[in-house]
C-alpha cells in the first residue's frame, strides 16, 4: 500500500533552515511529480513548491518561498526534500508532501501525514 514518511519538521529561529523529507513507498516514485503543501491555522492549504517526475529538471516555487526554498528528489531512494532556507515566522504550518501523475485512465493523488513547521525566537 502507499506508505509516506514526512521527517524533518520542528522548531527553528527566525533566519534558520530546516531540511523536510518525504520518504515513499508503494508506486513507482520516479513516474510521479512530488509537491511540498503547507495549512497554516486558518488558512487555506497552499501550494510551495513542485518537481517534475523522474529527472525532475522542472521546479517551481510560490513567490513567497522562491530564493529561499529548494525542492528535489532521489528517485533512487524514493524521497523528496525540501529544503528551507531564511525561514520566517509566517513559514509556520504543517507542511504536507503530494506525489500527483496523471495516468491514461485517471489521476493518482497521494498525500503524506504533514510534519509541523513552527518558526519562532
Known amino acids: 500500500q502507499v506508505q509516506f514518511v514526512e521527517s524533518g519538521g520542528g522548531l527553528v529561529q527566525p533566519g534558520g533552515s530546516l531540511r523536510l523529507s518525504c520518504a515513499v513507498s508503494g508506486f513507482t516514485f520516479s513516474l510521479f511529480a512530488m509537491r511540498w503543501y503547507r495549512q497554516a491555522p486558518g488558512k487555506e492549504r497552499e501550494l510551495v513548491a513542485a518537481i517534475g517526475s523522474a529527472g525532475g529538471s522542472s521546479t517551481n516555487y510560490a513567490d513567497s518561498v522562491k530564493g529561499r526554498f529548494t525542492i528535489s528528489r532521489d528517485n533512487a531512494k524514493n524521497t523528496a526534500y525540501l529544503q528551507m532556507n531564511s525561514l520566517k515566522p509566517e513559514d509556520t504550518a504543517v507542511y504536507y508532501c503530494?506525489?500527483?501523475?496523471?495516468?491514461?485512465?485517471?489521476?493518482?493523488?497521494?498525500w503524506g501525514q504533514g510534519t509541523q513547521v513552527t518558526v519562532s525566537s
Open positions: 503530494n506525489a500527483v501523475r496523471i495516468g491514461a485512465l485517471r489521476e493518482y493523488d497521494y
